[in-house]
């Protein structure tokens, strides 16, 4: 699933592309992703002028004149430019049998479910094989209530220390499931909070209100240093995640425990092991990551 890295890296791919452009025609394949009337939608985003481009968590945020167009990606959501004026070299390649030209990624096919084209050429082509993807009209005045429940947004003000210490509460659940919550930190999902609680040596099973105070701090700086690195990798492509340009992101190579069961600790050559935690599967190194805490300074290298 795309967390803040691989939203973050299709915003910055595709805001040069976009920002400043208008919107000319709407296609709607399968609505189903829609959360807006596709008329509706079609109606009233025709004509509008793309003021901006954010993000907040794990929504891409179209700022528009009247409205904000929401992207969430869901499990296999896939948002590509398709530039008009893209030589053949660049994107562009002919089928080996057909000889017909086609664009490899940007093509669209039946999991294309909305195309956004532009006045001055190109187009958004929104791709989402499990159709878990959303996307949102919102009209400008309420994007504050829209957003309302989600948490703290890293490297804002909001993302600080004091309120990071004071949201663990004397809470029961696991540490890996208070990471998973978006109304705790938005835009960590089940790689970053894995890669996170190995940075920080915390195991993912380990009880919210069993954390010493430096353990937490640990993670408060281990979620930014791997929410870092995935977006300074271009995003982490374990399945699906291509950015705006349809090329896959780097990240995958950098990880340390995510989708590495039964392969060795970077750090220390015990095997990684997977748990399921809240019916999530969690990747720790038991060495690194010791289920009591550790008992001894030091912590795992990022
Ligand atoms: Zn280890």
């Known amino acids: 699933m795309p967390e803040l890295p691989e939203v973050e890296t299709?915003?910055?791919?595709?805001?040069?592309?976009?920002?400043?452009?208008?919107?000319?025609?709407i296609q709607v394949g399968d609505s189903k992703i829609l959360q807006v009337e596709?008329?509706?939608?079609?109606?009233?985003i025709r004509g509008q002028k793309i003021l901006g481009l954010t993000r907040r968590?794990?929504?891409?945020?179209?700022?528009?004149?009247?409205?904000?167009?929401?992207?969430?990606?869901?499990?296999?959501?896939?948002?590509?430019?398709?530039?008009?004026?893209?030589?053949?070299?660049?994107?562009?390649?002919?089928?080996?049998?057909?000889?017909?030209?086609?664009?490899?990624?940007?093509a669209p096919d039946r999991h294309t479910h909305l195309q956004i084209h532009l006045r001055q050429g190109g187009s958004m082509l929104f791709r989402d094989?499990?159709?878990?993807?959303?996307?949102?009209?919102?009209?400008?005045?309420?994007?504050?209530?829209?957003?309302?429940?989600?948490?703290?947004?890293?490297?804002?003000?909001?993302?600080?220390?004091?309120?990071f210490l004071q949201k663990f509460g004397n809470r029961k659940l696991a540490i890996k499931s208070l990471l998973l919550d978006q109304s705790f930190v938005a835009g960590v999902g089940n790689i970053y909070a894995d890669e996170a609680l190995f940075a920080?040596?915390?195991?993912?099973a380990r009880k919210v209100r069993s954390l010493r105070k430096t353990e937490k701090e640990s993670l408060f700086e281990a979620i930014l240093q791997v929410l870092k690195r995935g977006i300074e990798h271009g995003g982490t492509s374990f399945r699906d995640f291509v950015n705006s340009d349809g090329d896959k992101g780097n990240n995958q190579e950098e990880l340390q425990v995510y989708g590495r069961k039964g392969e060795?600790?970077?750090?220390?050559?015990?095997?990684?092991?997977?748990?399921?935690?809240?019916q999530r599967s969690s990747s720790f190194c038991p060495a690194?990551?010791?289920?009591?805490?550790?008992?001894?300074?030091?912590?795992?290298?990022?």
């Not at 994007?143 to 220390?161: I, Q």
């Not at 920080?200 to 993912?204: F, M, Q, R, T």
């Not at 010791?290 to 030091?298: E, I, K, L, N, V």
């Open 264 to 278: 060795s600790c970077h750090r220390c050559g015990t095997l990684i092991q997977r748990i399921v935690i809240s």
């Open 57 to 106: 968590g794990k929504y891409l945020i179209f700022e528009l004149e009247r409205h904000y167009l929401i992207f969430h990606f869901g499990m296999t959501g896939q948002l590509t430019f398709r530039d008009p004026n893209r030589s053949d070299s660049e994107g562009f390649k002919r089928h080996p049998v057909t000889g017909l030209q086609r664009t490899l990624q940007h």
């Open 200 to 204: 920080a040596g915390i195991h993912p």
């Open 288 to 302: 690194c990551q010791p289920r009591g805490g550790r008992s001894r300074a030091g912590k795992a290298p990022i």
């Open 129 to 163: 094989i499990r159709k878990f993807g959303k996307v949102f009209l919102i009209e400008k005045g309420e994007v504050s209530v829209f957003f309302e429940r989600l948490g703290m947004e890293p490297w804002t003000p909001d993302y600080n220390l004091k309120a």
């Open 10 to 25: 299709v915003r910055r791919g595709l805001a040069p592309h976009v920002v400043g452009g208008f919107i000319d025609d």
């Open 38 to 44: 596709p008329h509706r939608l079609i109606e009233q």
